[in-house]
């Protein structure tokens, strides 16, 4: 997440407790290009942190951000 930073890129993770009791996908992940990288937006919910970043980082990734694996 340091790295994205670098980049310009603002991260968000959310960990929802409601949602942890409802038994649906508690964790939210968002990544935002303002300024530099302003139509940037790729948000997603799932189960994990893991879940969020196997989906997340590959799409970052084809925007041209460097993340180091």
Do not use: Y
Not at 30 to 52: I, Y
């Amino acid at each position: 997440m340091e790295a994205l930073a670098e980049q310009g890129v603002t991260v968000l993770f959310k960990a929802d407790a409601e949602r942890t009791r409802e038994g649906s996908k508690p964790w939210t992940f968002v990544a935002s290009g303002n300024p530099f990288h302003e139509d940037l937006l790729v948000r997603t919910e799932a189960v994990s942190v893991e879940s969020c970043l196997n989906t997340c980082l590959p799409q970052l990734r084809e925007r041209g951000l460097v993340i180091p694996e």
